[in-house]
């Protein structure tokens, strides 16, 4: 299994700015990935953030909206630039382990945020 | 294209009635089947996969390729039961992205 924390678990960010979110897992993982959860709806997988490369996004979400880092095998970012309304929304940060099945997914708590 | 269809947002049943929840998918291949659950104030977890055939707090689901189904079921439901369920569908590989339903709403009344 693997403990993952996310910060912040919320924010009230004003339009326009832009927001960043950290994931810290504590082991070393071989997948990491970024969900978007909107009000209602279901978990998007928005990219795959790769461990010295850059991530790879999902068809509608795009590197200049969503700037994904991973710098090393504990840790990644995603950054939600230019905020609007529609932004408003949980984003989860998951990981697979190489001792999980495929499939087997854990999760962060989330961080909620809510754009005005 | 990949879905995962669950056509109820709300279930709601009576502790000890019978509990089934929808999920149908359409996947290109042979995925692999999960449901993930969320109690109330708790991560998303992991509750059970197709093809590991268990039983999972008395739930089971069997894949139903025939009809692209993966329904969730358990026979007696008890109020601790009540929580978001999301089924789930990823290819075989171990890299394959996971593709959520829209999810249900389990309550159990007492």
């Known amino acids: 299994s693997a403990v993952i924390s996310q910060k912040p678990s919320r924010d009230i960010c004003q339009r326009g700015t832009s927001l960043t979110i950290q994931c810290q897992v504590d082991s070393q993982v071989t997948m990491m990935f970024w969900y978007r959860q909107q009000p209602g709806q279901s978990l998007t997988l928005i990219a795959t953030?790769?461990?010295?490369?850059?991530?790879?996004?999902e068809s509608g979400f795009v590197i200049d909206k969503f700037p994904i880092s991973r710098p090393n095998l504990t840790f990644s970012t995603l950054t939600v630039s230019n905020m609007s309304p529609e932004d408003s929304s949980i984003y989860l940060c998951?990981?697979?382990?190489?001792?999980?099945?495929?499939?087997?997914?854990?999760f962060g708590e989330g961080s909620r945020l809510t754009v005005l | 294209a990949q879905r995962v269809t669950q056509p109820e947002k709300l279930l709601s049943v009576f502790k000890g009635a019978p509990v089934e929840l929808k999920c149908n998918y359409s996947y290109s291949g042979s995925p692999e089947l999960f449901w993930y659950v969320q109690y109330s104030r708790q991560r998303l977890q992991l509750l059970l996969r197709h093809i590991s055939r268990e039983s999972i707090k008395g739930f089971t689901a069997d894949l139903n390729k025939g009809e692209t189904s993966f329904h969730l079921k358990k026979p007696f439901a008890q109020e601790e039961d009540s929580a978001m369920y999301y089924c789930a569908l990823s290819g075989y590989s171990s890299a394959s992205k996971i593709i959520f339903g829209s999810g249900t709403r389990l309550s159990i009344r007492p």
């Open positions: 998951s990981v697979g382990t190489s001792g999980s099945q495929p499939g087997e997914l854990f």
């Open positions: 953030a790769n461990q010295g490369s850059e991530a790879t996004y």
